[in-house]
Structures are given as C-alpha cells and as structure tokens.
C-alpha cells in the first residue's frame, strides 16, 4: 500500500497520510491505527522520508559549525 501511495505523492506527509487511511480502510490494523496514528504517523515519517532526514541533518551541521565558529570568535568555552 505505501509504495503505492509514495508512486503517486512521493515520499512526502501525504503518502504516508493516505497509507494509514487505506489501512484503517480495509481494516487492516485498524484498531492499533486508530488508538497510535501519530506515533505510526510519525514513525513512517521518520523512517521513509529521506529527503527530511537529510534536510535535518544538514539543518544540524550548519548549527554545529555556526556554534564552533562563535565559540571561536568570541572565546566562549562550554
């Protein structure tokens, strides 16, 4: 069902929010969807969007390196 949604929107929120309606749908799971559809929501989104994973990573090097660079500057010490 997911590759079916991600052929359509991509790894994106939305293939992920369609996977989980079509589940609940044809109930399949839909119990367990029902009472944890964030944390499932949120896990998917973790784990099949690539694209977000590496925009944060990158979004934390710059940070990183922003901090080491002021810490020089200005002679701050942790």
């Not at 977000?52 to 002679?75: A, D, N, Q």
Request: with cysteine.
């Amino acid at each position: 069902m997911y590759d079916e949604q991600v052929k359509l929107y991509g790894y994106s929120q939305t293939a992920i929010e369609k996977t989980i309606y079509i589940c609940s749908k044809e109930n399949v799971l839909k119990d367990y969807l029902e009472e944890r559809k964030k944390e499932v929501h949120d896990i998917m989104f973790t784990l099949f969007d690539p694209d977000e994973v590496m925009e944060r990573h990158i979004e934390y090097e710059k940070l990183t390196i922003s901090l080491i660079m002021w810490r020089k500057f200005t002679g701050d010490t942790p």
